[in-house]
């Protein structure tokens, strides 16, 4: 049975809201020590937001180019950053706090084998 995207999208939404209201997120940042990944940062944490970026493009854009792993959080990050979160129906700031962090990490991540993520991007577990 072949999943279209939509479908696929929504059942990551569906199982990403869930684990949020179980853990009780309301922090913006709610794994202690993890602060939000934003525009200017740098480091593991923005390589790790590259790749998720990366992974997520490469599934259903079929980018050309992709985002240079870099560790700096500029201007390209940010503009992929907020498509993502367009697309993941939350709200488009450009930052990178539990809920960005746990749709990347649980669908774009750590699938992939790239679980020292967890470490690095704010996520509620």
């Known amino acids: 049975m072949k999943l279209s995207t939509k ?8 199982v990403c809201a869930a684990l949020l209201a179980i853990t009780g997120t309301t922090s913006a ?7 939000n990944v934003r525009y200017g940062d ?6 790790c937001v590259q790749d998720a970026l990366n992974n997520w493009n490469g599934d259903y854009f079929r980018m050309t180019s992709a985002l240079k792993v870099d560790g700096i959080f500029g201007d390209d990050t940010l503009r992929q950053v907020k498509l993502f979160q367009k697309d993941f129906g ?4 450009g930052i990178v706090g539990s809920v960005t962090g746990t749709f990347m990490y649980n669908t774009y991540l750590n699938p992939r084998g790239n679980y020292e993520c967890i470490n690095f991007i704010p996520t509620p577990v």
């Open 90 to 93: 939350v709200k488009q700031d």
């Open 42 to 47: 740098t480091g593991m944490s923005v390589k």
């Open 7 to 14: 479908a696929v999208r929504g059942a990551t939404v569906a």
């Open 29 to 35: 940042s709610a794994r202690p020590g993890l602060p």
